[in-house]
T-cell receptor, first 116, second 110 residues
């Protein structure tokens, strides 16, 4: 069964360092998303990406964050200068929804980012 | 008022019980309603999605949406210990980001 894969599963980084979280969405999907979940809190939308550009972003997704689809398969989230409060589980998701409603988004297993 | 309200539980039931999970919401523009299951330290797994009002059934799971009351439900029949997880409601509309509820932790005791 096709699935969204994320690497690494756990990343520890020092405050102020740059991190890149990687995702391989399901191959025939067109919409890609990043979410985060701080421990014990709800899943929060960060950004959606379609046709090689950001289609929507939340207030969390500030200038420290960027996304990229560097090739036909990978979808990355970069945090330029990590802060302690960036520590969270980051989930990548993808969907085929033509209307972008994200109705059937499939999630990866997540990358646990720990900023020390 | 929060956009999506969901009781975090925990909800503990015996094996075989019928489980009812619910969310309320405030934004009448929401059209798409989803239920996800999340096991500890794993990604959310889509269980059900419904467009607009009505019921949808899939095996032991039934999703209900009442847009007039801004209330959605997920029913689990013949609950099993393997159903023990956190259940997240989520909703969106065309052009809107998806909003998740806080999740309800469910424990099904053997």
């Amino acid at each position: 069964e096709p699935e969204v894969t994320q690497t690494p599963s756990h990343q520890v980084t020092q405050m102020g360092q740059e991190v890149i979280l990687r995702c391989v969405p399901i191959s025939n999907h067109l919409y890609f998303y990043w979410y985060r979940q701080i421990l014990g809190q709800k899943v929060e939308f960060l950004v959606s990406f379609y046709n090689n550009e950001i289609s929507e972003k939340s207030e969390i997704f500030d200038d420290q964050f960027s996304v990229e689809r560097p090739d036909g398969s990978n979808f990355t989230l970069k945090i330029r200068s990590t802060k302690l409060e960036d520590s969270a589980m980051y989930f990548c998701a993808s969907s085929t929804s033509r209307d972008g409603s994200n109705t059937e988004a499939f999630f990866g297993q997540g990358t646990r980012l720990t900023v020390v | 008022q929060k956009e999506v309200e969901q009781d975090p539980g925990p909800l503990s039931v015996p094996e075989g019980a019928i489980v009812s999970l619910n969310c309320t919401y405030s934004n009448s523009a929401f059209q798409y309603f989803m239920w996800y299951r999340q096991y500890s330290r794993k990604g959310p797994e889509l269980l059900m999605y419904t467009y607009s009002s009505g019921n949808k059934e899939d095996g032991r799971f039934t999703a209900q949406v009442d847009k007039s009351s801004k209330y959605i439900s997920l029913f689990i029949r013949d609950s099993q210990p393997s159903d023990s997880a956190t259940y997240l409601c989520a909703m969106s509309a065309r052009g809107f980001k998806t909003i998740f509820g806080a999740g309800t932790r469910l424990f099904v005791k053997a």
